[in-house]
T-cell receptor, first 113, second 114 residues
Framework: KQEVTQIPAALSVPEGENLVLNCSFT??????LQWFRQDPGKGLTSLLL?????REQTSGRLNASLDKSSGRSTLYIAASQPGDSATYLC????????????FGKGITLSVRP | DVKVTQSSRYLVKRTGEKVFLECVQD?????MFWYRQDPGLGLRLIYF???????EKGDIPEGYSVSREKKERFSLILESASTNQTSMYLC?????????????FGPGTRLLVL
């Protein structure tokens, strides 16, 4: 059974810091890995999607990497801003599992001004 | 622009009531999903539908049923609400696209069962 882990559960950093959020998964047979953002009391918004054959994806100040063999992904946020404060969830699309995503529990990020 | 809407943002119901949560997507997606999200437990899949009138149980279907009579609409039904069903409910939709498939989420419904 696929399990996705995100540690720590919460993180607080000063504005301007570069930071890395970690995600690990137990089964390397995945279609893709995705990072989502969730603001308090809201739904999820897709940030980045890395296909199983890719190593990384970039969007603006965000860069996500994927190492399937070790079961790890990282989300790098450059020059963090207070507006980046949110919960970040990673999810894997299970290989041959009818579009189902397995989610980690998320990392709640607070960027202090 | 992609849009998934949920009928209510907040809902308060009494134990034993029948509760309907509605979700509508305007992207002609084949797949629709219902999740619940609880602190410390993360997102858990309740039910999944891959076509009209087709459904599949997720990880925690007990106490819930679903209905998909039209492609754009997916309803979650709590036959007899209980206090342990107090939660945030999230609907999502997707198009089967293999390695580039992603899900689009609605804003969520926060349900309180008293």
């Amino acid at each position: 059974k696929q399990e996705v882990t995100q540690i720590p559960a919460a993180l607080s950093v000063p504005e301007g810091e570069n930071l890395v959020l970690n995600c690990s998964f137990t089964d390397s047979a995945i279609y893709n890995l995705q990072w989502f953002r969730q603001d308090p009391g809201k739904g999820l918004t897709s940030l980045l999607l890395i296909q199983s054959s890719q190593r990384e994806q970039t969007s603006g100040r965000l860069n996500a990497s994927l190492d399937k063999s070790s079961g790890r992904s990282t989300l790098y946020i450059a020059a963090s801003q207070p507006g980046d404060s949110a919960t970040y969830l990673c999810a894997v699309l299970r290989d041959g599992a009818n579009s189902k995503l397995t989610f980690g529990k998320g990392i709640t990020l607070s960027v202090r001004p | 622009d992609v849009k998934v809407t949920q009928s209510s943002r907040y809902l308060v119901k009494r134990t034993g009531e029948k509760v309907f949560l509605e979700c509508v997507q305007d992207m002609d997606h084949e797949n629709m999903f219902w999740y619940r999200q609880d602190p410390g437990l993360g997102l858990r899949l309740i039910y999944f539908s891959y076509d009209v009138k087709m459904k599949e149980k997720g990880d925690i279907p007990e106490g819930y049923s679903v209905s998909r009579e039209k492609k754009e609409r997916f309803s979650l039904i709590l036959e007899s609400a209980s206090t342990n069903q107090t939660s945030m409910y999230l609907c999502a939709s997707s198009r089967p696209q293999g390695v580039i498939e992603t899900q689009y989420f609605g804003p969520g419904t926060r349900l309180l069962v008293l």
